[in-house]
């Protein structure tokens, strides 16, 4: 044991992301999945029904670091889907330019120890992995995803899972399970300067719940039976228990995702298949809460927990792939079959198994919301945001202010009370910091995050929005080859199920030219002709 955090002394901050996790996937949201420590965050702290962040993992992971927009940021798409046309720029390149400076260099500089486990997916050369990136101990796995039980990849796209700690490459355990160990490091590194009494600053991004979603056996089998009316039951009674715990709106409008399976038109076997899927997809959730929990009892036993900043949020929304099917027609299933994958039901979620929940299901992640992980819309956008420690002053309370994913890094800045860089760090020009820090409205200070007449943008792989006080603009050229923007207003129409487009012309007509301001001014590249994520992320195929 050590001594007790004394009173004003610096706090710790543990910033915990989760992978893919959808808009009430966690029980304060609303969710059947159970995550006891997480809710006891947010029973402490407060929790951002508004939040939203990109709808892809890099581009979120990089914005969350810096406070710097992604095509500023160097990361505007993840390298994996970029095409070949864009990546002639520098401000294309999908890894994290060294003209950003990183929350993580901040702090340093300021004292604190820092403390990176998990899937960093922001660059593997040398210069880009987070040793360099202002990070003193880590554990990171620089791909998009992984498997969760070994050491070995989950796309054909990679040759090999590319693992490194403090910078060298690295060997799994044979015992590695990805949110065990990743918790099972953190502690080890706190543990490891805890004698000298400076603050830490720890970032856990797990791989929870990205695919291949697996789990311990006996953490799926809680979830035995939970899933099998299907997800138009479970889409509604997410819906119902979110607006009974305020998360949304009473009488939220809802529409049904386009593509969604017909429940009752599905045979037994792909019923229970696609149920599996989804206790495994909570069992996966339900894993990470507990793991979160130990980080939790650990800072408790060393009387740090009361002096430590908790954030937890998701990347992006639900993943929707519809790479695996339950009857054996997945264009994966010659790659699934050379490699040893099992998709089949008697072994889903353990060791040799791969799991996606596919897109029907994910309809239940994001519910109430629609479409999913890479879209535009607030299934894709908006994602749980809890906050709880020093500075914050609210206990127990959900708040529907608007808040952007570049808005964390300035925050917690304010929180600390360490000053933003402001553009120049160490005698250099860098990007500044475009974010707004909020924590004096989580003091109580101030009653409002962004203003009204405040725009913001935002662009990935052709899907686009714009965010103006309670309204939201948006267009979805890739996969839903949308050719028209929508109108909504985001904060009683979370669903976004009425087009306001008609009704206000003058507010469609200012953010439409907001958005092409705010397009022209960060660069935002046209996508080529004919552009599909997917097409460029498998260009060499599925063998």
Same mark, same amino acid.
């Given at each position: ?154 796309? +054909? ?24 160990? !990743? ?28 695919? +291949? ?154 519910? +109430? ?68 820090? !909020? ?68 507010? !469609? ?35």
């Amino acid at each position: 044991g050590t001594a007790q955090a004394q009173t004003g002394d610096r706090p710790n901050v543990v910033l915990i992301l989760a992978d893919d996790l959808g808009y009430t996937d966690i029980s304060p949201f609303g969710s059947e999945i159970s995550t006891p420590n997480i809710a006891r965050l947010a029973a402490e702290g407060l929790s951002f029904t508004n939040y939203h962040t990109a709808a892809s993992c890099a581009p979120a992971r990089a914005m969350i670091l810096t406070g710097v927009d992604s095509h500023r940021n160097g990361v505007p798409n993840i390298p994996e889907a970029l095409p070949p046309e864009q990546m002639e720029f520098d401000h294309y390149q999908g890894v994290l330019s060294n003209g950003v400076v990183t929350l993580a260099s901040l702090l340093q500089d300021q004292g604190y120890h820092t403390y990176m486990t998990g899937k960093w997916h922001l660059g593997h050369t040398p210069d880009l992995l987070p040793s360099s990136r202002g990070f003193d101990r880590t554990i990171a796995m620089a791909d998009t995803g992984a498997d969760n039980w070994e050491q070995r990849t989950y796309l +054909p796209i990679y040759d090999q899972a590319h693992w490194y700690a403090d910078g060298a490459e690295h060997t799994l355990p044979d015992d590695f399970y990805s949110s065990e160990y !990743f918790i099972d490091k953190t502690i080890e590194f706190i543990d490891s300067n805890n004698a000298d009494d400076k603050p830490f600053f720890a970032y856990v991004p797990f791989q929870a719940v990205h695919m +291949p979603v697996q789990a311990p056996k006996e953490f799926s089998d809680k979830y035995a039976g939970v899933y099998d009316e299907g997800w138009t039951v479970m889409r509604e009674k997410r819906r119902l228990a979110a607006e009974e715990a305020g998360i949304i709106p009473r009488e939220t409008k809802v529409q049904v995702t386009p593509g969604t399976l017909e429940w009752d038109a599905l045979t037994a076997e792909q019923k229970d298949h696609h149920s599996r899927r989804m206790e495994v997809y909570a069992g996966m959730v339900d894993a990470m809460d507990m793991h979160i929990g130990r980080l939790m009892d650990y800072l408790q036993s060393i009387g740090e927990y009361e002096n430590t900043v908790f954030i937890f949020t998701s990347d992006n929304g639900a993943e929707g792939s519809a790479l695996i099917s339950p009857t054996g027609r997945s264009p994966l299933d010659q790659w699934f079959s050379r490699v040893g994958y099992e998709t089949g039901i008697d072994n889903l979620g353990e060791r040799g198994s791969f799991v996606a929940i596919g897109p029907s299901n994910a309809t239940i992640a994001a519910s +109430p919301l629609t479409y999913y992980k890479f879209h535009a819309n607030e299934g894709g956008l908006r994602v749980p945001l809890v906050m709880s420690g020093p500075g914050i002053s609210q206990q127990g309370e959900l708040s529907d202010e608007f808040v952007f994913v570049t808005d964390l890094a300035p925050t917690i800045l304010g929180l600390l009370d360490i000053d933003n860089h402001n553009g120049n760090w160490k005698g250099a020009t860098v990007e500044q910091i475009v974010g707004t820090d !909020f924590s004096s409205f989580l003091n109580g200070a101030n009653q409002q995050v962004h203003s009204d007449s405040e725009s913001i943008g935002y662009e990935l792989g052709g899907n686009s929005a714009l965010f103006k006080g309670e309204y939201k603009i948006v267009i979805n050229r890739e996969a839903q080859n949308e050719s028209e923007w929508h109108l909504y207003n985001i904060k009683v129409d979370p669903g976004e199920v009425n087009d306001l487009k008609n009704e206000q012309p003058q507010l !469609f007509e200012d953010m439409l030219s907001d958005y092409e301001a705010w397009a022209l001014s960060n660069n935002v590249l046209p996508m080529p002709e004919g552009y599909t994520r997917r097409g460029v992320i498998f260009r060499d195929g599925f063998n």
